[in-house]
């Protein structure tokens, strides 16, 4: 079974629909991560979280929230949708005591906004 | 800032062969992680291989190794016997030890399209 998952792993939406991206991971990783991939482009960062307690926002994080519920959960939230939104969309996890905090990728989620 | 730039948008290999993908970094902190990750064309991120800045000897994965050049700030990644399989995106990342907050979050360079040839 995958470490990290990601669900759905496809969504068609319209413009205006609230939206919810979910990871869940099986690692035991206290750090998770939430990034989009635009074509031709590397990943940006959204949000991130070093513990339950622990939310912080990178460097695109506009029309966007996030919840972490649990350690081994963590959720990606469009509060109201728009075209330019569309995007895969990756979660990630990493552990603070690894010595390198070497980030490990779910799936990712291929988000289409009409 | 960091900044990573992959001048390479395209490769080609002939399979068995090595190829060398090229990343160079930007940062003023003395103390910083490099990472090479693949994406297949089925769009998952997989991790490869990590160097520190302070590691003396280049890091090794296997067939993947990592030419690390700290004076010209250049991180290349060495795939040898290549293969088919090898056929994906193939970005580099740095981290900031140093920074706080989110300077210290993973930056990702543009990627290099490889395509190993049969």
């Known amino acids: 079974d995958a470490d990290v998952t990601q669900t759905p792993r496809n969504r068609i939406t319209k413009t205006g629909k609230r939206i919810m991206l979910e990871c869940s991971q099986t690692?035991?990783?206290?750090?998770m991560y939430w990034y989009r991939q635009d074509p031709g482009l590397g990943l940006r960062l959204i949000y991130y979280?070093?513990?339950?307690?622990?939310?912080n926002k990178g460097e695109i994080s506009d029309g966007y929230s996030v919840s972490r519920q649990a350690q081994a959960k963590f959720s990606l939230s469009l509060e109201s949708a728009i075209p330019n939104q569309t995007a895969l969309y990756f979660c990630?996890?990493?552990?603070?005591?690894?010595?390198?905090?070497?980030?490990?990728f779910g799936p990712g989620t291929r988000l289409t906004v009409l | 800032a960091q900044k990573i730039t992959q001048t390479q948008p395209g490769m080609f290999v002939q399979e068995k062969e090595a190829v060398t993908l090229d990343c160079t970094y930007d940062?003023?902190?003395?103390?910083?992680?490099l990472f090479w990750y693949k994406q297949p064309s089925s769009g998952e991120m997989i991790f490869l291989i990590y160097?520190?800045?302070?590691?003396?000897q280049n890091a090794t994965e296997g067939r993947y190794s990592l030419n690390f050049q700290k004076a010209r700030k250049s991180a290349n990644l060495v795939i040898s016997a290549s293969q088919l399989g090898d056929s994906a995106m193939y970005f580099c990342?740095?981290?900031?030890?140093?920074?706080?907050?989110?300077?210290?979050?993973?930056?990702f360079g543009s990627g290099t399209q490889l395509t190993v040839l049969p």
């Open positions: 990630a996890t990493s552990d603070r005591d690894s010595g390198t905090d070497t980030q490990y």
């Open positions: 690692k035991g990783h206290d750090r």
């Open positions: 979280s070093f513990d339950v307690k622990d939310i």
């Open positions: 940062t003023s902190d003395q103390s910083y992680g």
């Open positions: 160097q520190g800045s302070y590691d003396e």
């Open positions: 990342a740095m981290r900031d030890l140093e920074s706080s907050g989110s300077a210290r979050q993973l930056t």
